[in-house]
């Protein structure tokens, strides 16, 4: 399968302060990409999404930039709350009925 | 609501017994889909569906069997269970746009557990 994988398992921040999480995608061919939240002792949800042809796109206090040289994709949180703690992982799509997901980064707020 | 559902939610069972574990989605999804979560390996593929009456291998479909017979439902089979294949299971569910399929609906998961 495809090999979707995290820079760092765990990361912890300051409530307030901006989140990075980050992930490298290993085929070149994915043309579309999504963040995933979950929590503890749910399904994965959809956070953004952003396609090949963008470098960046941005939500609600998230942006997604997605560096295609590299083939690394990073999700940035504003203000990072305590309802934002969760494990966060990224999908591709490297063909039109696929996804691969990456095995996540398990985001702690500290209050 | 629009929603994924699963059942059941927790199972314990024994090597060699039979079960089903149900999914059912109200979005009229023609994408459903199958996995499994470990810890370290994240999601992997078990067994997806592109529309009523067809269905594809995922990445690990050793153990497992699915049917499509009508669009909301998808069960997910194991016809022997053992204990390789006590794990956390999600379905989900997707609209197919002409590029592919889009973000994924999962339901809430389903924790096997095969002694």
């Known amino acids: 399968g495809e090999s979707v994988g995290l820079h760092l398992p765990t990361l912890s921040v300051q409530e307030g302060d901006n989140s990075i999480i980050n992930c490298a995608y290993s085929?070149?061919?994915?043309?579309?990409f999504i963040w995933y939240k979950q929590e503890s002792g749910k399904g994965p949800q959809f956070i953004i999404d952003i396609r090949s042809n963008m470098d960046k796109r941005q939500g609600q206090r998230v942006t997604v930039l997605l560096n295609k040289t590299v083939k690394h994709l990073s999700l940035q949180i504003a203000a990072t709350q305590p309802g934002d703690s969760a494990v966060y992982f990224c999908a591709e799509r490297p063909t039109g009925n696929q996804f691969y997901f990456g095995t996540g980064t398990s985001l702690t707020v500290i209050p | 609501e629009a929603q994924v559902t699963q059942n059941p939610r927790y199972l314990i069972t024994v090597t060699g017994k039979k079960l089903t574990v149900t999914c059912s989605q109200n979005m009229n999804h023609e994408y459903m889909s199958w996995y499994r979560q470990d810890p370290g390996l994240g999601l992997r593929q078990i067994y997806y569906s592109m529309n009523v009456e067809v269905t594809d291998k995922g990445d690990v479909p050793e153990g497992y069997k699915v049917s499509r017979k009508e669009k909301r439902n998808f069960p997910l089979i194991l016809e022997s269970p053992s204990p390789n294949q006590t794990s956390l299971y999600f379905c989900?569910?997707?609209?197919?746009?002409?590029?592919?399929?889009?973000?994924?609906?999962f339901g809430p998961g389903t924790r096997l557990t095969v002694l």
């Open positions: 085929n070149s061919a994915s043309d579309y």
């Open positions: 989900a569910s997707s609209l197919i746009a002409l590029a592919g399929i889009n973000e994924q609906f």
